[in-house]
T-cell receptor, first 111, second 114 residues
Framework: KQEVTQIPAALSVPEGENLVLNCSFTDSAIYNLQWFRQDPGKGLTSLLLIQSSQREQTSGRLNASLDKSSGRSTLYIAASQPGDSATYLCAVRFGDYKLSFGAGTTVTVRA | EAGVTQFPSHSVIEKGQTVTLRCDPI?????LYWYRRVMGKEIKFLLH????????ESGMPNNRFLAERTGGTYSTLKVQPAELEDSGVYFC????????????FGEGSRLTVL
């Protein structure tokens, strides 16, 4: 069974600290992996998309790495800000068109 | 460019009633998907359209759910009759036909069945 796990479920950090969010998946034969952000009551905003042939993607303060052999992806957010408070979701496309989602990590950045 | 739009944003209905959710994908996107999150669970795939054709409806929970995509444009998801366990947030997403595989999601339609 293809599963996606995100640990921890919640994270609270002081402003300015770097955030490290983890995502693990059970099958290394992935097509791509997408990180999303969700604010309360809102939709999913795509942050980064990593293709299976890539090791990392960067956008501004965000950097996502992918290690297929160990079944892991990590999202780094540098110098966190209160506006980064949200739920971050990892979703894996295992080869068909479906995305398999993790349960998410809820981040609180304290001012 | 307009994103994926969904309507209504929130619907409250009684058990046994019918509800129809609508999704307008990004213009030109051939792929359209429905996902949902029920309370306390991960977001789960429901089905996938390519233009007006259903490619994969393996995630549809039962025959009370009917999805259509008229002319390959907007899509509707009808629940009839609704049950309590259908409560949740229904997300629509779209992507271009030739694509890196990035999906663009709408704001979701929250369904509450009383």
């Amino acid at each position: 069974k293809q599963e996606v796990t995100q640990i921890p479920a919640a994270l609270s950090v002081p402003e300015g600290e770097n955030l490290v969010l983890n995502c693990s998946f059970t099958d290394s034969a992935i097509y791509n992996l997408q990180w999303f952000r969700q604010d309360p009551g809102k939709g999913l905003t795509s942050l980064l998309l990593i293709q299976s042939s890539q090791r990392e993607q960067t956008s501004g303060r965000l950097n996502a790495s992918l290690d297929k052999s160990s079944g892991r992806s990590t999202l780094y957010i540098a110098a966190s800000q209160p506006g980064d408070s949200a739920t971050y979701l990892c979703a894996v496309r295992f080869g068909d068109y479906k995305l398999s989602f993790g349960a998410g990590t809820t981040v609180t950045v304290r001012a | 460019e307009a994103g994926v739009t969904q309507f209504p944003s929130h619907s409250v209905i009684e058990k046994g009633q019918t509800v129809t959710l609508r999704c307008d994908p990004i213009s030109g996107h051939d792929n359209l998907y429905w996902y949902r999150r029920v309370m306390g669970k991960e977001i789960k795939f429901l089905l996938h359209f390519v233009k007006e054709s259903k490619q994969d409806e393996s995630g549809m929970p039962n025959n009370r759910f009917l999805a259509e995509r008229t002319g390959g444009t907007y899509s509707t998801l009808k629940v009839q009759p609704a049950e309590l366990e259908d409560s949740g947030v229904y997300f629509c997403a779209s992507s271009p036909r030739t694509t890196t595989g990035e999906l663009f999601f709408g704001e979701g339609s929250r369904l509450t069945v009383l």
